[in-house]
């Protein structure tokens, strides 16, 4: 039941976009694509780091693959996405860009908390 629930309002919610018109979707969709892959990258690099350094204290032999300039080379690419996204949001032409970028970026997150929620840890890596 619940099951069918979830997916007539997912089905419900697919839909309304066409009330919007195509064009208004299509410009949403590519304007959000716009600084959303180096948010998520931002968020991999971000996350790269303690669980590298956990890996290096406990389990070396895991690592097959050596990174160059670790952490150096983490933090550096953090930066620069911070720089990118800071300079897109005082560029008025790529301000709607980030900004549809950031309204993906908390629905997901929020998306994730709400699931979240009943769990009482993070599996491990």
């Given at each position: 039941?619940?099951?069918i629930?979830?997916?007539?309002?997912?089905?419900?919610?697919a839909?309304?976009?066409?009330?919007?018109?195509?064009?208004?979707?299509?410009?949403?969709?590519?304007?959000?694509?716009?600084?959303?892959m180096?948010?998520?990258?931002?968020?991999?690099?971000?996350?790269?780091?303690?669980?590298?350094?956990?890996?290096?204290?406990?389990?070396?032999?895991?690592?097959?693959?050596?990174?160059?300039?670790?952490?150096?080379?983490?933090?550096?690419?953090?930066?620069?996405?911070?720089?990118?996204?800071?300079?897109?949001?005082?560029?008025?032409?790529?301000?709607?860009?980030?900004?549809?970028?950031?309204?993906?970026?908390?629905?997901?997150?929020?998306?994730?908390?709400?699931?979240?929620?009943?769990?009482?840890?993070?599996?491990?890596?």
């Amino acid at each position: 039941t619940r099951a069918i629930l979830i997916a007539t309002v997912f089905a419900l919610l697919a839909g309304a976009p066409s009330m919007l018109g195509a064009e208004a979707v299509f410009t949403f969709l590519v304007n959000a694509s716009g600084a959303l892959m180096l948010i998520v990258y931002g968020m991999v690099a971000a996350a790269e780091i303690p669980v590298r350094r956990k890996l290096e204290a406990e389990a070396p032999e895991k690592l097959t693959i050596r990174m160059w300039l670790f952490p150096a080379g983490s933090y550096a690419a953090i930066l620069a996405i911070l720089v990118i996204l800071a300079a897109m949001g005082l560029t008025p032409s790529l301000r709607p860009q980030l900004l549809c970028s950031l309204v993906v970026t908390a629905i997901a997150l929020a998306a994730f908390f709400v699931l979240r929620r009943g769990r009482s840890a993070v599996p491990a890596v």
